[in-house]
């Protein structure tokens, strides 16, 4: 049985780049790794670590449920985590548990985001508009100030 390991932070994108793998396929057993948005460093220092890990893992269910829902009805197996380390760790923790899977990176890069990668030899695109955009800004800031 082949396995499919999917890292999904957007529950419409991801859903996208998985109808196309359900085309034709076989059954198979689907690992689904949420990856909620992170807390900026002065909001999360007013939370636990327990109430992180459970807003995580909340967020995971909520946002996997519908395409769970999607892979058992054809007939696949479905297993959900929740990244709780940097990814290629985890990627390296589901090789080990899971031979021979196929890993799928069905995040969506958001707006002045760089994503981390999920396997070593994976190249990330550097968003390179968020000089110009700074530099625009400070343009503009200096613009009013000199009015």
Not at 105 to 128: C, G, I, Y
Request: proline residues 5%; charged residues 20%.
């Amino acid at each position: 049985m082949e396995t499919y390991v999917i890292f999904v932070n957007d529950t419409a994108h991801a859903m996208n780049q998985v109808i196309p793998l359900l085309e034709d396929s076989q059954p198979a057993q689907w690992v689904l790794v949420g990856c909620p948005p992170r807390f900026h460093r002065h909001s999360s220092k007013w939370l636990t670590q327990r109430a992180l890990k459970k807003y995580k893992t909340e967020w995971t269910d909520l946002n996997l449920k519908d395409i769970v829902q999607l892979l058992k009805e054809r007939g696949n197996s479905v297993v959900t985590r929740v990244a709780q380390a940097p990814l290629i760790e985890v990627t390296k923790a589901l090789k080990s548990e899971f031979a021979n899977s196929r890993v799928v990176d069905a995040r969506k890069t958001h707006a002045f985001e760089n994503l981390s990668p999920v396997v070593e030899q994976q190249k990330m695109e550097v968003n390179s508009w968020i000089v110009p955009v700074g530099a625009i800004a400070f343009g503009t800031a200096a613009t009013l100030v000199v009015d």
